[in-house]
């Protein structure tokens, strides 16, 4: 397994504890990896209030989303040949004593090594029979498969490469009797369920403990208040990565709203300024190159002749353009590396930024039909997914067409 030093263990402040009524964790590096990022997490507000691109506001949790986001990062920089999965989405048999089935990713296949579905809503799901644990870890990170010996939903046969299932609670945060029976049978048995507890720091030990980090990179808030810090993220890779991993510092602020980057067209021009301005420095910049037209007030127009998406802002500028062509294209690799679907792209209902992970990477954080869920993307593919929301918000029949769907059935 991957070789930790005692910097990337943590500065032992938070407390990740295993609950005795269950199985320890495999191995003893297994709780080096995940301490820094509990830490990290843990710093982060319990709930997190957002505002969704069609104006109604509800709740997240924050600090699973972060640790979520974490994982993910160092699937994506591993290509997810890597011994920890955030939230695989299994497929529950109605026999108890049945093998769950994890969902593998739909845009990779027929590769029977492919990684897990990442999107809350695979396909061939059934409404009531879909878990998702907080963490698997597999015995061999070569074998992408992240369950127990059993076929996969094309039938192809797979190894037990299952070690443990993970759940990690937070405080405030229980295992329901019926979590706790289907985490077991993913698992196989209890001996190979572990339920681990985040203890936070006593106030006065966080106060006192000496953080030492990098310059870092403020963003301007809409509201005039001087911002926090930008605080370092522990994303491992394969190589030590070039710069530095952050997590964006609207995390920091609990009585901050959070808008949602991806808007209905109706949004107030201040709200689309506050949704970018919650954002570090550096990522705002990536955005201006990649998404001008979240930086201004305006609308998206096709171009009944080419078919080209136009934005246009109040002064009758044409900001960006995209092309039938390149939607077409970044809509490809959108669903490679997220596994979206046309009625899932149609759902988002709030995109946020999460973490800056290094090489260009985003973290960011989607609500699909009130399930959230990260994905790992580049800065261009941010901007593409955010402007299809936009765009399906105005004209989804037409949208849908464009990507290959039946403008017919998804539009109703």
Partial sequence: MTTLTPKMAGNGVTRLEEDLQYAKLPTSEDKPYLQPKAEVAIRTPDVRLAVSKSG????INARQVVMSAEIRGDERHHEYLWYYKAEVSFDMPLD???????????????DPNRRHSLTPFPKGMRTGFL??????????????????????????????????VVEVKFPGDTLSIKQEEAYKQI????????????????????????????????????DGIPRGENR??????????????????????????VYSLAEDGKALAKDLRQAVGQLSAKVQTELKQNAPWLFTAGHWLQDRASGAWNFVNEQGQ????????QLQAAWKEIQRYT?????????????????????????????IAGAIVVFVLGGWLVAALTALVEMGAIAWAAVATMLGGSALATAS
């Fill in 56 to 59: 109604k506001t509800f709740t």
């Fill in 96 to 110: 108890p004593k049945g093998v769950p089935k994890p969902f593998l990713s739909s845009s990779e296949r027929p």
């Fill in 131 to 164: 878990r998702r644990p907080d963490l698997i870890i597999v015995k061999n990170k070569s074998r992408r498969w992240p369950g127990r010996a059993t076929t996969d939903h094309d039938g192809v046969a797979h190894g037990d490469n299952l070690h443990r």
């Fill in 187 to 222: 698992a196989g048995g209890a001996d190979r369920f572990t339920l681990l507890h985040v203890i936070p720091p006593r106030e006065k030990q966080r106060q006192a403990e000496p953080v030492k980090q990098p310059a870092p990179i403020f963003a301007p808030r809409a």
């Fill in 232 to 257: 370092r993220v522990p994303i491992y890779g394969p190589k030590p990565l070039p710069d530095p991993a952050f997590y964006e510092v609207w995390l920091d602020d609990a009585k901050q709203l």
């Fill in 318 to 325: 044409r900001i960006a353009s995209w092309t039938t062509a």
């Fill in 339 to 367: 596994d979206l679907t046309l009625d899932t792209l149609r759902q988002i209902d709030w995109t946020q930024v999460l973490l800056d992970i290094g090489q260009g990477l985003l973290a960011v954080a989607v609500v």
